[in-house]
Each structure stands twice: as C-alpha cells, then as structure tokens.
C-alpha cells in the first residue's frame, strides 16, 4: 500500500475516534507499519500484516485511549509487544514520556529500531524485563502517572503487573476485549488487595468487523503494598 492510500484510510479511521494527526504524523504511522511488515520476517511481531487491518486493528485501536491521556504525562506500557499502544501514543502526543516494557530481547531491539528510525528518542525509554522484576525497582515503583496495556493478561493478574507502577491516584488503563464484565468480576479480590477501584468503562466497536472493545481506566488508591506485585510467574500461575 502506497503512502497516500495509506494516508486517506487512516484519516477515515481517524475521524471515527475523534482523534486527527498531520501529515508528518501518518508518514511516521506508514514507516512504523513498514518496520513491522520487514522485521516481522525475521521475528514474531503479529499475525496482523495487512496494511488496512494494521490500521484498524492495531494503530486505531491504541489511539482509542489517546484523549484519555493528559499531556505531559509520565507512562509505562507493560507487555508492548511490538509497541502498541506506546508508539502510536508517542507519535500521537510527543510531550508524553514513555516507558515501553518488554520481556523479549528480540522485541527489544525492534522498538530501539523504531524509535531511531522514527525519531521518537525524546522522552522515551526502551526495557527489557519483567513487569514483577521491574516494578520492585525504586527507580521505576510508583513513579507513573498511568500503567497500560493492551491484551498482555486477565484483568485479576494484569492489575498486580500494573498497578504497582503507577502513583497514588495514578491510573491504570486496561485495553480489553468482549468479556470485560466477567473479568472485573472475578478481579474483585485482586482489586481489594491492592488499594485500587475501577473509575470508568468505555465500550466501543472497531470498524470492518475488528470486534468490540473496552476501555476500563481503574484509580490506585493507596501506596501499594510491598509484597506486590509477587515475584515473576506467580501472579500468573497464583492470580489474587
């Protein structure tokens, strides 16, 4: 797909989720979805290669949080996989100051790749590690303005990788599917445990039959205990 085809469907995309970018913006998206297309050749990045569904699935589908987000903020996108949605996030708001964690060096070096060719280095830092390693690390427990991330686990496991990251009243932001209200209920525990409630759901669907999706922005309460999150696989194998 050539660059202005690119460009008039993702704009079309765009204007559905209220969200508008310039043309420096979308060439940045084009050469993001290009890298993806070429490393994705050599490791596992997505199964989504098709330029229209990228754009739909992954791309829109990060920016739906984007007016969410206050400027400036300080973030941590846990599980980014192959960068969403902190890339996109970043592109969209350069003020933001991202912290894109991952537990697969290969992966790693891709988003390295993607920050160089993009120029996204301003405010942005690449991990490798575990978000139950990570989050007992001072320089990064409770420092975020906002924890996110987008299909990484259930809601009761997802919350211990997260919340421990975020400031008192703070915000975690879970970019879920269909079953949200099953996952929120069984997370009922985990919740209590550790000091946070949930603020606000937005459900909304993905045009070209992607599928619903939910948006569930849950408030930290409290300092969180230091036991949490426990150490890496049991949250997993032991959910609260």
């Known amino acids: 797909m050539e660059l202005e085809e690119f460009s008039k469907i993702f704009k079309e995309e765009l204007n559905k989720i ?3 970018l310039n043309e420096t913006q979308i060439e940045k998206f084009y050469k993001y979805m290009i890298l993806i297309q070429e490393w994705n050749e050599k490791i596992n990045l997505t199964a989504i290669l098709d330029p229209k ?4 699935k992954h791309f829109i589908d990060s920016l ?3 007016n969410k987000i206050n400027q400036g903020a300080k973030i941590i996108d846990v599980g980014t996989g192959a960068g969403f949605p902190g890339i996109p996030l970043k592109i969209y708001d350069d003020t933001l100051e991202i912290t894109l964690l991952d537990s697969l060096n290969k992966r790693v070096l891709f988003l390295n790749e993607v920050a160089s060719q993009l120029n996204l280095n301003n405010k942005i ?7 139950e390693e990570i989050a007992q690390n001072l320089k990064y427990r409770e420092q975020y303005d906002y924890a996110i991330s987008r299909a990484v686990a259930p809601m009761n496991i997802l919350v211990e990788y997260l919340v421990p990251f975020t400031k008192v009243n ?9 079953n949200v209200e099953e996952e929120i209920n069984l997370s009922k525990n985990a ?4 000091d946070c409630s949930v603020l606000e759901k937005e459900k909304f669907i993905l045009s070209d039959d992607a599928g619903e999706r939910n948006i569930v922005i849950i408030n930290k309460n409290k300092t969180t205990k230091s036991i949490y999150p426990r150490k890496a696989g049991t949250p997993k194998k032991n959910p609260l």
């Not at 569904?53 to 739909?56: G, K, L, Y």
């Not at 703070?170 to 269909?178: C, N």
């Not at 919740?191 to 550790?194: P, Q, S, V």
């Open 125 to 131: 830092e690449i991990l490798h590690g575990r978000a």
């Open 18 to 20: 209220k969200v508008s």
């Open 64 to 66: 739906t949080v984007a």
């Open 170 to 178: 703070g915000k975690v932001i879970a970019m879920k599917g269909s």
């Open 53 to 56: 569904e990228m754009i739909v």
């Open 191 to 194: 919740f209590n445990k550790l």
